[in-house]
T-cell receptor
């Protein structure tokens, strides 16, 4: 999975609790992304980063925040988890600034269940 | 607005037969098209992409895809299916106006029967 690890791989939590998911890459790629995967929706972009401390919102960013203090780490935080955030979360990376054409490489995913 | 449609939730094919997984798209500019495959409990793996040039794109594991601008399609094909090709396949599209935004289809599950 292209030098990308995600932790934890599985998590069960309760509504209202904060949750942080971590993505770590060893490829030194500049661009990092967080997606969620839900049946019937494919993957949807939550947030992305185009450099250290440079982040922006995707199409489903409500209820999520991110931080990137180092090139290799991209954190996704659910400030107060809700059942609608039960999903599989994927981190992805890409190398170049040709954002339209560059290939994204994905991590193994984190399965999050919010009870 | 950008969109991608994968009209079949599931495709069944016998091993050794050709397979096709369909994808149609809608973008405002020139499309950049991608196919990914997902095996159980794994992340998405890149198969191939169309950026410009030849309409027939060859990718990993013997897969290829044909870009058809008039039909706004980018169907994934393989001449001879293997049982190990059974997986979930995603088509995705970007265009320059979308910036970082990649639109993924809902996915098509491929079953290859021995």
């Amino acid at each position: 999975d292209a030098g990308i690890t995600q932790s934890p791989r599985h998590k069960v939590t309760e509504t209202g609790t904060p949750v942080t998911l971590r993505c770590h890459q060893t490829e030194n790629h500049r661009y990092m992304y967080w997606y969620r995967q839900d049946p019937g929706h494919g993957l949807r972009l939550i947030h992305y980063s185009y450099g250290v401390k440079d982040t922006d919102k995707g199409e489903v960013s409500d209820g999520y925040s991110v931080s990137r203090s180092k090139t290799e780490d991209f954190l996704l935080t659910l400030e107060s988890a809700t059942s609608s955030q039960t999903s599989v979360y994927f981190c992805a990376i890409s190398e170049t600034d040709r954002v339209s054409t560059d290939t994204q490489y994905f991590g193994p995913g984190t399965r999050l269940t919010v009870l | 607005a950008q969109s991608v449609a994968q009209p079949e939730d599931q495709v069944n094919v016998a091993e050794g037969n050709p397979l096709t997984v369909k994808c149609t798209y809608s973008v405002s500019g020139n499309p950049y098209l991608f196919w990914y495959v997902q095996y159980p409990n794994r992340g998405l793996q890149f198969l191939l992409k169309y950026i410009t040039g030849d309409n027939l794109v060859k990718g990993s594991y013997g897969f290829e895809a044909e870009f058809n601008k008039s039909q706004t399609s980018f169907h994934l094909k393989k001449p001879s299916a293997l049982v190990s090709d059974s997986a979930l396949y995603f088509c995705a599209v970007r265009d320059k106006t979308g910036g970082f935004k990649t639109i993924f289809g809902a996915g098509t599950r491929l079953f290859v029967k021995a």
